[in-house]
């Protein structure tokens, strides 16, 4: 299986490097919302104790990774609609191998948003005063939220006909997620029912512990929190999509 995974993982990224337009939502559109909410939006906001651009980094890295995991459902409803799946599922391979290299290509995409985002940052004035440690839980911490995302894209790329279904089904999912946490602006400010919601949710604890850490602060009950969401995640996710794959692919 490993062997089989390491040569669509290649495969994937000859795919990338052929068309590089498939690395635009990693590159130029996180590159847009940095610019977008700290020039246009940031002075408008009033964050407690710190400046907005430290705030918002943590909200920026956890959204990008969050929107890159979207292309796997996305890539392999494209893969079903071509056919691509049964050529594959024609060859003497592991089965499993084409959603573990799907997975771990879009986690390779994520890495180099991460890279991309700390350096678009600190281009804008972002100052971040976490040690080694604290920046490697982090990334260690928003790459396994990542990943469990990335079969839910899984399972909604295996129930749906078409990659535009697909994306529009995602993008139901992750929109709301994503502007109702602390991503953006201190939940504080939110209506009653809203902020119970938005402070419980996964990408808040997510955020919430990514900020903390990369700003070098302790995060509280809010890391276990979010460790516990992300594996979660995946342990509910995980085999529902291993299960649906085998139905999709051998009915």
């Known amino acids: 299986m490993l062997s089989d995974s390491w040569d ?9 490097m052929r068309t590089p337009e498939l690395l635009l939502d990693v590159t130029v559109q996180p590159i847009m919302f940095v610019i977008l909410f ?25 959204q990008t990774i969050t929107f890159s995991m979207m292309a796997t459902g996305i890539l392999l409803a494209n893969d079903l609609q071509k056919g691509l799946i049964d050529r594959f599922r024609s060859l003497p391979m592991n089965a499993s191998a084409i959603l573990a290299a799907r997975t771990l290509t879009d986690l ?64 139901i999912f992750v929109m709301p997620l994503t502007f109702a946490s602390s991503a953006f602006v201190p939940t504080d400010t939110m209506p009653r029912v809203l902020r119970a919601f938005t ?29 516990a969401w992300s594996l979660g995640i995946l342990i509910v996710f995980f085999p529902l999509a291993i299960v649906i794959y085998r139905k999709r692919t051998t009915d």
């Open 199 to 227: 402070e419980h949710q996964p990408l808040t604890l997510v955020i919430n512990t990514v900020r903390a850490w990369i700003l070098g602060n302790s995060a509280g009950s809010d890391a276990w929190q979010s460790l």
């Open 8 to 16: 669509l993982v290649k495969r994937n990224l000859r795919h990338i």
């Open 108 to 171: 390779l995409r994520a890495m180099l948003a991460v890279v991309i985002m700390i350096i678009v940052g600190l281009a804008v004035g972002f100052r971040p005063d976490g040690d080694v440690v604290h920046w490697a839980g982090a990334i260690g911490l928003m790459l396994l939220f990542g990943f469990a995302v990335a079969w839910i894209g899984v399972l909604t790329g295996m129930l749906v006909r078409t990659p535009e279904a697909a994306q529009g089904a995602m993008f």
């Open 38 to 62: 700290r020039y246009v939006f940031g002075g408008a906001i009033d964050v407690q104790g710190g400046s907005y651009v430290n705030y918002l980094m943590a909200g920026i890295f956890v």
